[in-house]
């Protein structure tokens, strides 16, 4: 099975997601669905910028919405020149079999000045062979 992709051009950065879920770190009988997530960030804008922070919004199929704001990503604050990637993975945890997470990534570029950069919307589904008629 082929796992989505998900691409958004904003800013001169082009972010790209591809998430998948975890069946085995996730519980359906416990509400546990694991999902992992693979970011791509791309500079193909003429603008050298530093990463500083982000903004996610997480949201369960359940009706339960979640904000995450942090420094960077991942630990790091990451400093892309034109044509520079930064590539890294994360997860999150949802009590249900579907949601979607979007964001923003908040940009420092070297005159000191900000921009925002869109992560698109992506769905969070978990694969049907992997949940339980118990669900």
């Known amino acids: 099975m082929r796992r989505p992709f998900y691409y958004r051009l904003s800013e001169g950065m ?3 997601v591809r998430p998948q879920y975890l069946p085995g770190h996730s519980f359906p009988p416990l509400q546990r669905f ?3 997530y693979e970011v791509r960030i791309e500079n193909i804008g003429r603008r050298t910028a530093q990463l500083m922070s982000r903004r996610w919004t997480i949201y369960d ?3 339960e919405e979640l904000e ?3 420094d960077g990503v991942v630990g790091l604050q990451p400093i892309l020149h034109h044509g520079d990637v930064h ?3 994360s997860f999150c945890v949802l009590k249900s079999s579907r ?3 979007e964001g923003e990534y908040y940009f420092r570029t070297l005159e000191n000045t ?3 950069a ?3 919307r992506f769905d969070l589904v978990a694969d049907p062979e992997w949940i339980s008629d118990e669900e």
């Open 14 to 16: 082009r972010i790209s």
């Open 34 to 36: 694991v999902f992992a």
């Open 61 to 63: 199929s359940i009706g």
């Open 68 to 70: 995450v704001v942090g």
């Open 87 to 89: 590539e890294y993975q």
């Open 99 to 101: 949601g979607w997470m």
């Open 114 to 116: 900000f921009f925002t």
């Open 118 to 120: 869109i992560i698109p």
